[in-house]
């Protein structure tokens, strides 16, 4: 996923019908979140709408804070941010693929998400992906959540009256 600067789409705006985005951040390395969460903030910013944030404990309790909200929650999209660096054993596989997994399998449901989780090799890809004079990939997972959210509206069908009597109980309205 490139940065929101790179990826060839132009921003959108919410202006019309207020867009509320959920990050849900791994603070594992608090340094790289938190350039994301900076990435990722000004995106959605820039698009008009507005944004909480939600700290998980590591990459694979993302994907479940992300499925709780979007059930319990009243949020349009969500910005996936985390970073897994690889280290000696075999966990790196297991948490990157999982993470990866769960968030898919939640976007296929029909909820906009972005993932911004670096998997990588060592801190200093970690940085230079972070960084928003860098890749970016906070800013670019948000830019991702919204443009899904927009083709989301775009093909949302409008709501159906309730038959012959929809108009007397006030379906559709």
Known sequence: ???????????????????????????????????????ARAEIEAWGATHETAEVPGALEIAPAIG????????????????????????????????????TLLGLQGHCIGNGILTVENEEQARVRAEASGQDKGGGAAAAA???????????????????????LGAGE
């Open 68 to 103: 709780m909200a979007a059930r319990l929650g009243e949020f349009h999209a969500f910005v996936a941010l985390g970073c897994v660096i690889r280290g000696e054993t075999t966990h790196y596989d297991t948490v990157v693929e999982e993470s990866a997994h769960g968030i």
């Open 1 to 39: 996923m490139a940065g929101p600067q790179t990826q060839g789409l132009e921003r959108g705006r919410f202006g019309d019908k207020p867009a509320k985005v959920l990050i849900v951040v791994a603070p594992y390395y608090r340094e790289i979140a938190n350039q994301l969460l900076h990435g």
């Open 146 to 168: 919204l443009h899904l959210l927009q083709l989301s509206r775009r093909w949302q069908r409008p709501e159906k009256k309730l038959g012959f009597l929809g108009d007397r």
